[in-house]
Structures are given as C-alpha cells and as structure tokens.
C-alpha cells in the first residue's frame, strides 16, 4: 500500500496523513475484494456441492447489482448527515458483511451477504474521497485526488495474486482478512477522522427508486443466467425480461420526477457524457466476461490450481494502471474518443487471440499470456480515457452525481458481462463443447468491445483531458473492478 499513495496521498499535518491512510486503506480493501472474489469463484462450486456458475455468478452480481443501486442514494445521505458518519458506516457494514460471507453455508447466504457488502462499499467509496479533500490543503488535492483514484489500479494488479493465495488457504480467507483490516479501520477512524458539516437542506435521495433499479437489473440478470436452463422461448424467460423492462420503465418515470433521483436524468442530454457513459457500459460487459472466463478457463479446462490461476492473470491488471498513467499525452495527440476506441479494439483482440489459440493442451506463453496483455493495454487506454471524457463533459456542480451514473453504469455493464457469459458457458458435459462455450463466450465479450469502440468514436475529439481534478475519481478507483 505504501507504494500507492506515499507520494500523492501526503498532506500536511498528522492528522491529514492519518486520514489518507485510513481512508486509501478502507478504498484498497473494497476494490480489492472485487478481484479476489472472482478467483475464488471455481473454489465456491467445490465447496458448495458443486453449485452451477449460474447459482454461483450471484455471488458477483449480487454486489455489482446493490452497488449501482446504492452509490447515488448513500452519496447524497452523507452529504445531508456527514461525510465521517457515511464512511464509518459503510466500513462497518463492509467488514460486517466479510464476517457473514465467511460464514456462509451456502451459495444463498453468500450473496445476500455480498449484497451488503456492496451497501456498505456504496456508503464508503464517495465519502472517501470527500473525507479526503477535506484533509488536504487546496494546493494538493490534485495529486490527493490522483493518488487516490490509483489505488483502484493497485488493487487490480494485486488482486488475481493476493486471491490465489488466500483461496489456496481457503476461501473463507477472502473475506475473513477484511475484518481485522475493517476493524482497526473503525477504531482509527473514530479518533482521526475530521468531522464535517453535514447539508441539512434538500430533499432526501430516491430510495423507492433505488429498489425499482436493483429489481431491474436482478430480474434481467435472472433471466440472462437462466436462460440456459429454462429456454430461451420459455415462460419463465421471457417474463423476467418482461419484467425487467416494466422495472426499468418505472425507474425511469421516477428518475423524470423525484427531486433527487437515482439519475439525473438532464445528464443524459449532454452528448459527450451519455456517449462515453454508454460506451463504458458496453467496455464493461466485455471486461466482466474477460475476467470470469479467463479464471474458469485456466482452473476448469487448463486445471490450474488457484495461485497458479492468479499469477497467469496478473500480467494483464498489472498492465492497466501504468497505460492509465501515461495514456495523457496520446488523448492529447488524437482525442480521447480515438484513444479510447483504440483501447476497446486492443481489448476485443485479445478476446479474439484467445478463441483462435485456445487449446484444453495448455500453451500459456502462446495461449493466453499474449491476449493478457493485449487486453490489459486496451483497458489501460480505453477506461480512463471514457472516465475522463464522461466527466469532463459535466458542469462543475455535477462532477460527483455524473461520476457515480457512470460508475452506476459501469457496474450494470458488470453484470450483464458476468450474466451473458454464464449462458453462454452453460454446463457442457465434454471437453469438446466446453471449448466451443468458452469460444462462443470470448466472441460475444469481443463482440461488445468492438461496440463499444464504434461508440467511442462518437465522442467529440475536443473531449481530450483524461480526469479533472476530482471529477471522476471515484469512477476510476471503482473502475479498474
């Protein structure tokens, strides 16, 4: 961790260094389990009986889902009841639901209690950073910021490693290291944290609008993970996809007249924002395929044991915050609408690399060491490079509502990716069509990349700054998830 934020993260005094600390290490932890939790998918089935990638993808998107939900709501309570309060909260509700996920019995227990992991981690990830600008003097909140926003980055390039370790122990080990972690936060926290002066004033965030959202996405998502198993002409299907757009409607229509809505719905009007915000979805679904079908090839096809999965992914996250990094100077050259459709097509061919090479002989230096690094290149330049464009794009007043739609965005994309790829990995009883699956399923996340390119291209090539100053910075830390 000392690596990520000794530099940027050192405002003056102990008491501002104490609560970059605190709050980078509380940020580390919630991106972190992001990527942990995916190596430990394979583990889950064993554990669990056997439990189907169906049953187990709602351990991903169980969080995903409750995340976007929340994020907008618990940002606008702690702005109206304190910003030390939202945080404190949310770590508590994060290292509470840790506990819960280790003890889980069963894949039903696990969800619900990522679930709230995600409430928690939707309190903690914008109080964060606002904690954190409140600590720091005026002339060092750019690098704060900066810093910050890496630790995204540090955690993805740790992650896949860190989570082959602990599932190697046991996968209660994924969860169980939040606690100790969670805990002396809290403790710290309490004493060194600043306060702040909460806004009474205004109305209350939409929290009927928030469950129409997470009924939308779950039932979309069920009938996506499902569908498999039911058909595609079934019932059961098509009335969850029924019911999905019904949901989505009325979110819809509430988000048009509540006065603090889950989505400002005006934000949308603004070109370069809803094109870079819809291509971030698009990037997402594929990145989100990426990542489960490169953990399940490597364990299920390739019989990879959990560390020896995390150190074969790893090359690819490391690669994303460096491009991240040192991506300014081409988005100046050619426009971040360009250098973000160059990251979207670099990402859709290392999906491709991967269909056309794949062999269950494995061959990982000329298997899937090549499309790692192809797509960590690609999500270097594509996912800051939209980040930026979206909030660049926003009126001054609107950088952190317009962050937390794209970061709202972006998690949706998540669970479409993961639920996409569960159909269409289904549950095949050969080698052969195992293979054929994984091929289907790396083509389709390829197919969304390169979407997501073309949608790239629309961006305006005046949008050329990567991130100003704090708008966006949540996006970016959460992002590389």
């Not at 227990?109 to 928690?120: C, E, T, V, Y």
């Not at 969860?175 to 100790?180: A, E, G, H, R, S």
């Not at 950088?399 to 269409?424: D, E, K, P």
Request: positive net charge; proline residues 6%.
């Amino acid at each position: 961790m000392s690596v990520g934020i000794s530099n940027p993260l050192v405002p003056a005094g102990p008491s501002a260094r104490a609560t970059a600390w605190i709050v980078s290490v509380g940020v580390f932890v919630v991106n972190l389990d992001l990527f942990v939790v995916n190596v430990a998918v394979p583990a889950l089935g064993a554990s669990f009986d056997g439990a189907s990638l169906a049953s187990l993808s709602w351990v991903l998107n169980a969080y995903a889902i409750v995340f976007a939900a929340l994020l907008v709501p618990a940002g606008r309570l702690a702005d109206r009841f304190g910003h030390r309060r939202g945080f404190l909260l949310g770590l508590a509700v994060f290292t509470l639901a840790s506990t819960l996920c280790a003890l889980a019995p069963g894949v039903g227990w696990l969800s619900a209690a990522r679930a709230l992991q995600a409430a928690g981690a939707a309190a903690l990830m914008p109080t964060s950073l606002a904690l954190l600008l409140v600590a720091t003097p005026a002339e060092r909140r750019t690098r704060a910021v900066r810093g910050w926003a890496a630790i995204g980055g540090i955690a993805a390039g740790l992650g896949p490693v860190a989570g082959g370790l602990l599932v190697e122990l046991d996968w209660r080990w994924v969860f169980l290291v939040n606690v100790p972690v969670g805990v002396a936060g809290l403790l710290l926290g309490a004493r060194l944290l600043p306060a702040d002066r909460p806004d009474r004033g205004g109305p209350l965030p939409d929290l009927t609008g928030a469950v129409l959202l997470t009924g939308a996405i779950g039932v979309l998502a069920l009938g996506l993970v499902k569908s498999d198993a039911w058909g595609w002409s079934s019932g059961r299907t098509l009335g969850a996809l029924a019911a999905a757009v019904l949901l989505g409607g009325a979110f819809w229509w509430r988000s048009a007249r509540h006065p603090a809505p889950v989505v400002e719905l005006p934000l949308l009007r603004i070109p370069a924002f809803s094109v870079a915000t819809c291509a971030a979805l698009l990037f997402t679904v594929a990145f989100a395929g990426l990542l489960l079908t490169s953990v399940l090839w490597c364990r299920q096809v390739w019989g990879y044991s959990a560390i020896r999965t995390g150190l074969a992914i790893a090359p690819g996250p490391l690669v994303v915050p460096v491009l991240a990094l040192g991506s300014g100077p081409l988005v100046r050259r050619i426009g971040a609408g360009r250098t973000a459709a160059l990251g979207c097509v670099l990402l859709g061919l290392g999906l491709v690399w991967w269909a056309l090479s794949a062999d269950p002989v494995p061959h990982y230096a000329t298997g899937l060491l090549p499309g790692m690094l192809v797509t960590g290149v690609g999500v270097g330049l594509a996912l800051p490079t939209l980040v930026g464009a979206a909030a660049a794009a926003l009126p001054p007043d609107r950088f952190a509502t317009g962050s937390a739609v794209t970061t709202m965005a972006r998690q949706t994309g998540s669970v479409l990716g993961v639920a996409v790829t569960v159909s269409l990995l289904g549950q095949p009883a050969t080698a052969s069509a195992a293979l054929d699956a994984f091929r289907h399923g790396w083509y389709v996340a390829a197919a969304s990349a390169f979407i997501a390119a073309v949608a790239a291209l629309l961006l305006r090539r005046e949008a050329r700054s990567p991130v100003p100053a704090a708008a966006g910075a949540a996006e970016v830390s959460h992002g590389s998830a």
